[in-house]
């Protein structure tokens, strides 16, 4: 699939299946000026998010070859995360208008300053917000590694069918992988002939590994290097897939004929995470999830501002809308997660 931002911002052509009650939902929010660019919040957010990650890989060096450095590792596996989030919402143009822009500033943050492939994610992300928790069409319920239904564990063996029984107890642990796993999908991506501007996200992944891994094994001896890249990057996957864990896993799963139209597909798969502004700061407004999936191009600031109206109309039309606290939501992924394993 072509990689486009602006798959993920169309909030009006997916949902055209919502029928009148979307159309109702979505003309109040643009009357509230919901849908309106936060350019000047995603400036300063952006302005002192690279402004941290650029005083920890100085302060970094300046350390030396230290074991203090993993205190470093931590930091930047949190700047890392907080890149993420904005290489996110670029992705859904919600920074700003323009499909061009919207590109290069995701390629600037994923592929130079993560090291993840940006145009491969826009690729992944948009099946996932078209099809939520849907059995072979959502990516993100389509992994080797967890079983996300009862069919998929109860037809696997060997080493899937021990992992699968165990799941739940191996689910937080393997996030810890997660960025390895990350890189190495996006370094395949960009190594793929059909994708557009593979010559320039080849080229800024390349500097960021070429960056990253040749500061570290400057700056640091051998053995501590190994360890900060383990550290780092372990925290990096286990921050990034803690945050977006929360927001689908343990919520339905929709077989492919099922005929929700895309209010109530995206309702009824999406949980928000309950919490103040250090919850929307630590989770990147993902805890939104409701919000975000109904609008994937309202900007984050106003995913807050959203929520009562977008609650109450739920209410109205009787669609379930869940919320719960961060730790209840680990909960109910990690029950849901035994109970698939369970018929391994």
């Known amino acids: 699939m072509t990689a486009d931002p602006a798959a993920l911002a169309d909030d009006g052509s997916q949902a055209r299946s919502g029928g009148s009650d979307y159309a109702r939902l979505s003309r109040a929010v643009r009357q509230a000026g919901l849908l309106d660019r936060r350019t000047g919040d995603y400036a300063w957010r952006i302005a002192i998010t ?202 339905p799963i929709l077989r492919r004929e099922d005929d929700h139209d895309f209010l109530r597909r995206q309702v009824l798969t999406s949980r928000n995470i309950r919490g103040g502004w250090f919850t929307d700061l630590a989770l990147g407004g993902l805890n939104y999830q409701i919000e975000h999936h109904l609008f994937p191009s309202m900007p984050r600031p106003s995913l807050s501002r959203s929520q009562p109206l977008i609650k109450e109309f739920c209410q109205q039309h009787g669609l379930p809308y869940c919320q719960a606290s961060l730790v209840g939501s680990y909960a109910q992924a990690l029950r849901y997660l035994h109970a698939v394993g369970a018929h391994a």
């Open 50 to 251: 690279l402004f941290l990650l650029a005083a920890g890989w100085a302060a970094f060096v300046l350390l030396g070859d230290s074991w203090w450095q993993l205190g470093l590792a931590v930091f930047l596996a949190v700047m890392f995360t907080q890149v993420g989030f904005l290489g996110h919402d670029a992705g859904h143009r919600q920074i700003c208008a323009s499909r061009r822009l919207s590109y290069i500033l995701g390629i600037l943050l994923g592929n130079l300053g993560i090291g993840l492939s940006f145009g491969w994610w826009v690729a992944k992300h948009h099946r996932h917000h078209a099809n939520p928790n849907t059995e072979g069409a959502d990516p993100d319920i389509m992994m080797r590694a967890l079983a996300m239904t009862a069919d998929q564990a109860g037809s696997s063996r060997g080493l899937s069918r021990i992992v699968f029984r165990c799941q739940a107890l191996l689910f937080f642990p393997m996030l810890l992988g997660e960025a390895f796993s990350v890189h190495v999908a996006s370094v395949r991506a960009v190594a793929s002939r059909a994708r557009r501007h593979r010559l320039a996200e080849a080229a800024l992944l390349a500097t960021h590994f070429a960056a990253y891994l040749g500061l570290v094994f400057v700056v640091l001896s051998p053995v501590k290097a190994v360890v900060f890249i383990l550290v780092q990057q372990g925290l990096f996957g286990l921050y990034l897939g803690a945050s977006f864990a929360p927001n689908h896993k343990g919520m």
